[in-house]
């Protein structure tokens, strides 16, 4: 198995492609990275910026560099002795631009007699391939005939047959449809990737399309080229279960890690031959112990002040009802049509009540026995007794055929619900304390106790010592250092909640929930460009969908957006940068501390590109900005001529922590084996977290560092040592003595990362 020491995450673009990568395999080298994990790298729609929508996976993106760029890259980390991971996407491909995609262009040419009509999951029903892209049902007069192509505007797609008549009759005579774009939603005849219309979901549960999906990739596994494959977005697929063991089969040395997102408290499916998850059950834990439960109730009553509504059920199922009633109708209704002996009106209500009410993202029949399944009935019926009936017949199809098409479909698409529902909606409505709204987490659960965070740590490294951990993402709504940041907010919610209410008197947005987010935004995220703040607030009231939305903009809040940060610059910004600078110093001490956890816990630590800085970035594209690495290679020079920096606002610190913990996990690994908690004792027990690994690391770290700061710093705090001489690997300074002082072990930095002998023993 070549399971890595730990990765960096490099986000693959156009402007950063392989060589680009290739050059920065030195200073990755210097800092202590095990492998390089990249973004999607087959070809993609042109102008892609994040690889995700693949359009020919048998080939290595030109965009990029293509294949010579990608061997040659191979080779640098091969040389450096640093594993390669590479990011794979089974559920979809995209059909945005349909000549970039040869199978999709066939489908569309052929229609059901196309060798690839199979790769992708179309009813067939109506004959014809729904297109949803017109302006409007009178748009087709807009249509024109350039050679073999039928043009409108700058969609281009195939035409066959006869070529005779005007273009609309030639279109009539297509295997395709052209409708209204807004037709979509309710009508769209091929299964997608959540609501994007133009990516179309792939059957890669067929052997010949799992092959045609992954014979590149496994190509480059088979050589040695890649070590590593992140699986995308599991929940899509037909068979999860099959797939990964197919997966396995064709590279069983590979370390293979999922996308799957937890809910606190579910298991990943025994059945899956992999090394875990992409680490968002780690990113809440590591996150949780740094929250004060203290600040629940203030945060609470501010919400309820501004107008927001506080009870996060409430808030959560509305959302998802507006998913299944308003954005996957078209996929609501191919389901219930599948529901045995029950008139259409009412089991499309049973199919979305069901999946409105999923504790998870999918239930895992049969793998995973039926307790997620029959809660998620239960829960309808309570809700809507009116459809008991139907949910009744619905209960009985999927339980006494858990692997037939209707199980399947509703699996499927349970996912959908609760991601749109949840992470892309709720989690932009319900902002009473955002940095709790992440990937994978619960809003409505405040922190968690070290204990908690102790157990978690064991479990995984008795079940999946090799998943990946992580702190940022591609995906996540808010960076470590914003989400660190946000945490000291729980520790002086009060304070908080007073100064947001006078500067909403003062320079409010008039919609509540965002209100709200703004403010802590600003607060989080700063220094941030007005350019910044505005792309970002107007993403979130669009996600929300409360005033505004993608397709409908409501002008008036979208101006009213863009005119906040000058209206806060001129009014509150010297309010809102001395609270800025109140919590800056205790937001670095969180930082130090949830990164020092992360790369020190059980699992394979991730690094996403440029956090071994501060990084106070956004949801994307804002996380997707360029690094400068030139910045980051003078600094790990400095560190490396021994350099010990202060905690300050360039961020050196933490590119320390990361450099010495990495190296160390790279270099001496059987110190990473094997977890024990360990408790301080003392005055300020409460704000340390240490642990053992091995037997000879121990870690300590600082924890709610206001409240430490109100009680007078340690004290006696002390934490005892199993015997031995022991060597701060972030200072060069000695611990001897069993009873070490937290005064003296935390005096230059808020982490300590202890090995005992020495680092070079």
């Not at 307790?371 to 006494?400: N, Y």
């Not at 690994?669 to 005055?683: D, N, V």
Request: proline letters at 6%.
């Amino acid at each position: 198995m070549t399971t890595p020491t730990s990765t960096y995450r490099l986000q693959l673009r156009p402007e950063f492609g392989f060589a680009d990568a290739r050059d920065v395999v030195r200073y990755l080298t210097d800092l202590g990275v095990g492998a390089v994990y990249v973004s999607p790298v087959l070809d993609a729609t042109p102008g892609s910026t994040h690889g995700y929508d693949v359009t020919d996976p048998r080939i290595a993106r030109p965009a990029l560099g293509g294949e010579a760029a990608r061997l040659e890259l191979a080779d640098a980390l091969r040389a450096s002795g640093l594993g390669f991971v590479v990011d794979i996407v089974p559920n979809h491909m995209s059909i945005e631009v349909p000549r970039a995609n040869p199978f999709w262009w066939d489908v569309l040419a052929k229609g059901k007699a196309s060798q690839f009509a199979h790769w992708f999951d179309i009813d067939w029903t109506d004959g014809r391939v729904l297109v949803p892209v017109l302006g409007s049902e009178s748009d087709l007069d807009a249509l024109t005939v350039e050679g073999d192509e039928l043009v409108y505007y700058d969609h281009r797609l195939p035409l066959t047959g006869d070529p005779s008549g005007t273009p609309q009759e030639i279109h009539d005579r297509q295997h395709y449809r052209l409708v209204d774009w807004r037709r979509g939603n309710s009508e769209l005849n091929y299964r997608r990737f959540f609501d994007i219309t133009t990516l179309a979901a792939v059957t890669v549960e067929n052997q010949d399309v799992f092959d045609g999906v992954h014979g590149e990739v496994l190509r480059w596994v088979a050589g040695g080229d890649v070590t590593g494959l992140r699986v995308d977005h599991p929940d899509g697929l037909t068979d999860p279960t099959a797939y990964m063991q197919r997966l396995r089969r064709h590279a069983p040395h590979a370390w293979i890690v999922v996308e799957k997102i937890l809910h606190p408290g579910e298991p990943l499916p025994d059945s899956w031959p992999v090394d875990g998850t992409t680490g968002y059950d780690a990113l809440g834990e590591v996150f949780g112990v740094l929250v004060d439960p203290a600040g629940e109730a203030p945060l609470t009553a501010l919400a309820a002040d501004l107008g927001q509504p506080t009870d996060y059920a409430e808030v959560e199922e509305t959302a998802r009802r507006l998913v299944t009633d308003k954005i996957l109708v078209a996929e609501v209704r191919r389901i219930a049509g599948l529901v045995d002996g029950v008139d259409p009106a009412f089991a499309r209500p049973a199919v979305a009540e069901t999946m409105i009410a999923f504790g998870v993202y999918r239930s895992y029949l049969p793998e995973v026995g039926g307790k997620r399944w029959s809660e998620a009935i239960a829960t309808a019926k309570g809700r809507r007794p009116d459809l008991a009936v139907a949910l009744d017949a619905l209960d009985r199809q999927v339980t006494d055929d858990p692997a037939g098409e209707l199980a399947t479909r509703i699996q499927q698409t349970s996912g959908m619900v609760v991601a749109k529902g949840t992470e892309d909606t709720t989690f932009y409505r319900y902002t009473r304390f955002a940095a709790l709204n992440e990937v994978g987490g619960s809003p409505d659960r405040f922190g968690i106790g070290v204990d908690e965070l102790h157990r978690a740590a064991a479990a995984r490294e008795a079940g999946y010592p090799a998943a990946m951990t992580t702190l940022t993402t591609h995906d996540t709504k808010r960076s470590e250092d914003t989400r660190a940041r946000l945490a000291v907010l729980s520790e002086i919610a009060g304070d908080f909640a007073e100064a947001v209410r006078g500067w909403t008197q003062r320079c409010g947005i008039d919609e509540p929930s965002l209100n709200l987010l703004a403010w802590q935004t600003l607060v989080g995220a700063a220094p941030i460009s007005d350019e910044r703040l505005t792309d970002y607030l107007l993403k979130a009231a669009r996600e929300s969908k409360l005033r505004t939305t993608w397709t409908e903009p409501d002008e008036a809040l979208e101006q009213q957006i863009r005119d906040w940060p000058e209206r806060v610059r001129s009014t509150v910004a010297d309010d809102v940068g001395e609270f800025v600078a109140r919590v800056q110093g205790h937001g670095w001490t969180n930082s130090l501390t949830q990164k020092l956890v992360q790369l020190t816990s059980p699992g394979v630590p991730d690094v996403y590109q440029g956090t071994e800085l501060w990084d106070f970035s956004l949801v994307d594209p804002d996380n997707r900005r360029a690094v400068d690495y030139d910045v980051r290679r003078e600094l790990l020079a400095q560190i490396e001529a021994g350099l010990l920096p202060d905690v300050d606002a360039t961020g050196a610190a933490k590119l320390l922590v990361v450099h010495r913990a990495l190296t160390l996990r790279r270099d001496r690994p059987e110190l990473f084996r094997g977890y024990t908690a360990m408790s301080a004792t003392g005055r300020a027990a409460d704000h340390a977290i240490a642990y053992e690994r091995g037997e000879g690391l121990v870690v300590v770290a600082t924890r709610l560092p206001v409240g430490l700061d109100a009680l007078g710093g340690w004290h006696d705090t002390t934490l005892t040592l199993p015997a031995g001489e022991w060597t701060d690997v972030l200072t060069g300074d000695v611990v001897d003595g069993t009873e070490a002082r937290l005064a003296s072990v935390l005096d230059r930095y808020p982490v300590a990362l202890l090995v005992r002998g020495g680092v070079t023993s």
